[in-house]
Every structure is written in structure tokens, then in C-alpha cells.
């Protein structure tokens, strides 16, 4: 490696995510997942609520979400969490170590949500 590019590498510096960075990521990928959960449907539930720990490179995110009912609750979860992990990851080059997504509240069809 020439020594030019040697040295470049070392004064590069360092760079942060603040954690509101992180929280809008996640909370953008809830909504993206529950997408097609909420068609057909008079209302939506409300926004994701999103909280995000970083520790060095790992971060560690929990997503309070509202879920139609009925639905496959354990599927449309499932689609959080695994939406929530790429997207993190590959916006913020972070290693997302835990995804817990709490089920807050069940919005049957016939309500409309909120």
C-alpha cells in the first residue's frame, strides 16, 4: 500500500450517528413493514414508537408498534424486526444486536384506529 494512502486512512477521523438518527431509521422501516398490513383498512394505528441504545458499533432497538386486528400478529412482527435490522444496518453500517417489538395496541378493523 503506498504510503500516502497509508496516512490518509489514519487521519480520517472518526464519525457519529447521533442515536435520533437511529430512531427515525427504525421507526421508517416499522412503518415500511406494516404497509400492506394496514390496506383495505379505514384507519392506520399510530406512528411507531422507537428507542434505540448504541454501544461502539451495535445498537440495540425497541419498537412499540399498533398492529390491525386480526392479523398474523407474530408474522406482521416478525416483518418489523427483520425490516427494522437490514435497514439500520445498511443505512447506518451499525450491527443491530436485538430488535424487541412490543405489540402496544390492536386496532380492529371495524374502529378505523384512532
Known sequence: MPAVLARSRTRRGSLRIADRVFVKTAAR????????????????????????????????????VELPFPAALAVLAGAVRDRVVEQVTALTGTRVAEVTVVIERLVPATTGGK
Do not use: C, F, I, Q
Open 29 to 64: 422501516a416499522a412503518r415500511e413493514a406494516l404497509d400492506g398490513a394496514w390496506v383495505g383498512r379505514p384507519g392506520r394505528g399510530a406512528p411507531p414508537k422507537v428507542s434505540v441504545a448504541v454501544s461502539g458499533r451495535t445498537a440495540t432497538v425497541r419498537v412499540g
